[in-house]
């Protein structure tokens, strides 16, 4: 953690528990940057999270109240503190698995219901913290610890799913675009609605030694190679639009 950001982390806490190569470390960077250059009150925020890697981003780092709750349920929690004090703040951070496999009608539901929560999903396409199985944003064809022939369904894209549910806010980045990233977190944090940013984060432990993406440099290239944005794409053959993924903002 730069030293500028230290200031938003609990006292005591010397390491963060990320792999070499994780891209969550990154997006808990870019989360605070975001809240720094907003100025915000940290004692007006609360931060939620489920179970897994991507639910550590938050809890117990971020020197502010933060809630560490059960897999899946992080949205369900950050709708009754929402309920319960309309004026905070209330952001999720969680993972892929957790908000939209185990979690993915809480995450459906509240986005229909357009509740003015920010959900941060670290997407890194496998269940990381308990041993890289698959998950419902697992690419197909890739190999994970529960599909030793490859994944055999189309994954999910999580930014089409909540926005044909009812979400008001929603952009997908990577932890190799910072400047996007912290950009797309400022306007959900402004943003009085269902905001959802996927963020693509790389899992070199988990995900990348078994698809052939042998050190954790691979990984973070692979997603500068493939990641662009909407105008990019325009002109692209269905083909090489296949090995691409748009990045930026879907709805604002
Ligand atoms: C009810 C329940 N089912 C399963 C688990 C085991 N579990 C904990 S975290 C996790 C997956 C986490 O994956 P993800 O949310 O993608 O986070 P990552 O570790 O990849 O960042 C699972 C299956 C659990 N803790 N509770
Ligand atoms: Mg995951």
């Given at each position: 953690m730069a030293r500028a950001m230290g200031k938003y982390i609990r006292p005591g806490i010397k390491v963060t528990p990320f792999c070499p190569g994780c891209g969550h470390g990154i997006l808990m960077h870019a989360i605070l940057r975001a809240i720094d250059e907003l100025k915000m009150d940290m004692r007006r925020m609360v931060f939620v999270s489920g179970i897994g890697c991507a639910a550590w981003i938050p809890s117990p780092h971020f020197n502010g109240d933060t809630l560490h709750t059960l897999h899946g349920r992080a949205v369900a929690f950050a709708t009754g503190v929402k309920l319960y004090n309309p004026d905070l703040c209330v952001m999720v951070v969680s993972g892929d698995g957790?908000?939209?496999?185990?979690?993915?009608n809480h995450l459906i539901h509240a986005a229909r219901r357009n509740i003015d929560l920010k959900v941060i999903c670290a997407n890194n396409m496998v269940y990381g913290m308990t041993g890289g199985q698959v998950a419902s944003t697992t690419p197909k064809g890739s190999m994970t610890s529960t599909t030793g022939e490859g994944n055999p369904y189309r994954p999910f894209d999580l930014c089409k799913l909540v926005e044909a549910a009812g979400a008001t806010y929603v952009a997908r980045y990577s932890v190799t675009q910072p400047v996007g990233l912290i950009n797309s977190i400022k306007k959900a944090i402004l943003h009085v609605g269902f905001s959802f940013i996927e963020v693509?984060?790389?899992?070199?432990?988990?995900?990348?030694?078994?698809n052939r993406f042998d050190r954790p440099e691979d990984l973070i290239q692979d997603l500068?190679?493939?990641?662009?944005?909407?105008?990019?794409?325009?002109?692209?053959?269905?083909?090489?639009?296949?090995?691409?993924?748009?990045t930026g903002e879907f709805l604002s």
């Open positions: 957790d908000l939209s496999s185990i979690g993915g693509l984060s790389p899992c070199p432990t988990q995900y990348g030694r078994r500068i190679n493939r990641c662009i944005s909407e105008e990019e794409a325009e002109g692209l053959t269905v083909g090489e639009l296949a090995e691409k993924i748009i």
